[in-house]
């Protein structure tokens, strides 16, 4: 019984030195920033994904639209004959008898159809800035997910391998307690522990399931469908981590790149362009006019025909109540545009701010945790577990600093992954690309 209890010590051993140390880089590769297995599930998502389909689709309408706005009105053909004798509607009984060509084109004040194709070539703008942004925003999404998703696996796989400590640590104490060597609480505490492990593993797998069905939505597949996923090694993303622009100038880059100002812009610019149109619409328009007439041969004689030409106006007298007021009204949501980009441009430093504070954060907090939080909790595992097996630590202590060695290897895990989604949306607020 001595030599099995001798046994079960060694293997508990083996498998909490091997929970010490790294539970990582032993096949599968790792996640850094830049893998490509994201820029590829970006470039997915953006090539399928319904809603940008949407916004292209408002995109090409809108530039479409400018031509028609800047293009005068079709002319008018009209055919008549007039003076017809009653009550046989004769045709050649009168010399007041004749059949009329009649062609009219309005003409709009000069410099109309110009403000209205600039308003409408501000609204293509403004589509077009607004697709941009939401392609940034699709990639910041991926990227969440993305992030999301590899640290429910490798999650996952480090709570599976404690599970497989735990298991023999139960295996163990059950052995000790049955020889009388260790007390009942042992093998509780143990099986206490791996209970509370299972029902977390519950809690990763349904987030593992959201956070794929997530990356799928944004790519337009089935919820389950299979996404190629890279292991997050805290270590290789704190390698990899390149400091960081001062904040004020990473405000200054997203005020002049990023397309959500440049949609606010654009909306102002409509607002400005629809004044002038107002203002031109109380202007007088022109209506030219060519009539032709021609007279039918009665009472022997042949009639000359006629031809006519005339200039309209239209009297504008209403404007007071009608354009001199939507030009009012124009100048209103000029001012509220104007308002609104502001407040975009003050909502936007305040994103950077934000992000690059966390991404300090995830930076600083990812450096404790490699540089001193896991060496010292593997070095303390190991030390309790030396003393446990020598008779000098009792069995509770060392299932509790071995969950502590766990714990942070999952919160290593977590803020490695929060980096790199946080590192991704600081990106896309500052730069021009929409690739992270």
Request: hydrophobic letters at 45%; a positive charge.
């Amino acid at each position: 019984m001595c030599l099995q209890v001798r046994q079960l010590i060694l293997a508990a051993s083996s498998l909490v030195i091997a929970g010490a140390s790294p539970a990582f880089g032993q096949g599968s590769p790792v996640s850094v920033v830049g893998d490509s297995t994201l820029p590829s599930l970006v470039a997915e998502a953006l090539a399928r994904n319904p809603t940008v389909a949407q916004r292209q689709a408002a995109v090409r309408a809108a530039t479409l639209r400018i031509r028609p706005a800047g293009t005068l009105p079709d002319p008018m053909l009209t055919l008549g004959v007039m003076d017809l004798v009653l009550p046989h509607f004769q045709f050649n009984q009168s010399d007041f008898t004749e059949a009329d060509v009649e062609l009219s084109q309005e003409i709009p004040w000069p410099g109309a159809l110009g403000a209205r194709s600039g308003v409408v070539r501000g609204a293509a703008a403004g589509a077009r800035a607004e697709e941009g942004t939401l392609r940034r925003d699709v990639t910041t999404a991926m990227a969440v997910a993305y992030y999301r998703l590899g640290y429910a696996m490798t999650a996952l796989e480090t709570l599976r391998h404690q599970r497989d400590l735990l298991d023999a640590a139960v295996q163990l104490s059950t052995t000790r307690y049955a020889t009388g060597a260790a007390p009942q609480s042992d093998p509780l505490q143990a099986k206490l522990a791996r209970d509370r492990l299972r029902s977390e593993e519950f809690a990763l797998e349904s987030e593992r399931v959201a956070a794929l069905a997530a990356v799928n939505a944004l790519r337009n597949r089935a919820p389950g469908a299979t996404v190629p996923v890279i292991r997050i090694d805290p270590a290789a993303v704190h390698a990899g981590v390149v400091p960081q622009l001062a904040t004020d100038s990473l405000v200054a880059l997203a005020l002049a790149t990023h397309p959500r100002l440049a949609a606010r812009r654009a909306a102002v610019d409509v607002a400005t362009r629809t004044i002038q149109v107002e203002r031109l619409g109380a202007r007088p328009d022109f209506t030219l006019t060519l009539r032709y007439g021609y007279r039918p041969r009665a009472f022997n004689f042949n009639f000359p025909d006629f031809f006519s030409a005339f200039v309209g106006l239209r009297l504008p007298v209403w404007a007071w109540r009608k354009q001199h007021r939507l030009a009012d009204a124009a100048r209103v949501d000029s001012t509220g545009a104007a308002a609104s980009l502001r407040d975009t441009e003050l909502q936007l430093s305040r994103e950077v701010t934000e992000t690059a504070a966390r991404v300090q954060a995830s930076q600083q907090r990812l450096a404790l945790l490699v540089d001193g939080v896991l060496p010292n909790a593997r070095g303390t595992v190991e030390s309790v577990l030396r003393s446990y097996q020598v008779g000098r630590a009792e069995f509770l202590t060392l299932l509790s600093v071995e969950d502590a060695r766990y714990r942070a290897e999952l919160e290593a895990v977590a803020v490695a992954a929060d980096y790199q989604s946080q590192l991704v949306m600081l990106r896309q607020l500052t730069a021009g690309e929409t690739q992270p």
